[in-house]
T-cell receptor, first 109, second 114 residues
Framework: GQSLEQPSEVTAVEGAIVQINCTYQ??????LSWYQQHDGGAPTFLSY????GLEETGRFSSFLSRSDSYGYLLLQELQMKDSASYFC??????????FGKGTRLHILP | DSGVTQTPKHLITATGQRVTLRCSPR?????VYWYQQSLDQGLQFLIQ???????AKGNILERFSAQQFPDLHSELNLSSLELGDSALYFC?????????????FGEGSRLTVL
């Protein structure tokens, strides 16, 4: 079987830093991706980790530990426009890309 | 704009009916993925095609079928519709298969079954 676990909701303050965790259990793991989805919109790709370590893209960073089956998305200098749902997704060797249920990020002014 | 086009954007139909959702991938992308997203739910993987062939299958109901045509556009057919099939259906494309990790999503087709 397979599973992805991420918190259903996270609240943070504008200008602060927030980390969204994702643990996964799957066969044939290849990499971990993160997507952002605003209400009523389509998911948009943020980052992808196939190797252990930290990947940085502007205010967003993503981390992967393959040995721990764990990853996180780090959002810095939070802005109100970052209020959205964030999904982790595992890429598998059989080409499936399986998404978690998503984390709704609430940002307070 | 992701470059992925989905039609129709909205569709309202009755139980027992059949609908077809269409997806045109980004230029150059060979792989098409279909996902179902119900209210407050994640993205449920349905099926994936690569260059015209079915590559991976998720929890797709037997009432649902899909195909990818030689011009790489894809169609998702939903038949004998039930109320629970009401959802947002997304198509996404990628250059290769899932190992690239990066999918480009269309704006989705919102299906309402009454």
């Amino acid at each position: 079987g397979q599973s992805l676990e991420q918190p259903s909701e996270v609240t943070a303050v504008e200008g602060a830093i927030v980390q969204i965790n994702c643990t996964y259990q799957t066969s044939g793991f290849y990499g971990l991706s993160w997507y952002q989805q605003h209400d009523g919109g389509a998911p948009t790709f943020l980052s992808y980790n196939a190797l252990d370590g930290l990947e940085e893209t502007g205010r967003f960073s993503s981390f992967l530990s393959r040995s721990d089956s764990y990853g996180y998305l780090l959002l810095q200098e939070l802005q109100m426009k970052d209020s959205a749902s964030y999904f982790c997704a595992v890429s598998r060797r059989d080409d499936k890309i399986i998404f978690g249920k998503g984390t709704r990020l609430h940002i307070l002014p | 704009d992701s470059g992925v086009t989905q039609t129709p954007k909205h569709l309202i139909t009755a139980t027992g009916q059949r609908v077809t959702l269409r997806c045109s991938p980004r230029s150059g992308d060979l792989s098409v993925y279909w996902y179902q997203q119900s209210l407050d739910q994640g993205l449920q993987f349905l099926i994936q095609y690569y260059n015209g062939e079915e590559r991976a299958k998720g929890n797709i109901l037997e009432r649902f079928s899909a195909q990818q045509f030689p011009d790489l556009h894809s169609e998702l057919n939903l038949s004998s519709l039930e109320l629970g099939d009401s959802a947002l259906y997304f198509c996404a494309s990628s250059v290769g298969g899932g190992r690239t990790g990066e999918l480009f999503f269309g704006e989705g087709s919102r299906l309402t079954v009454l």
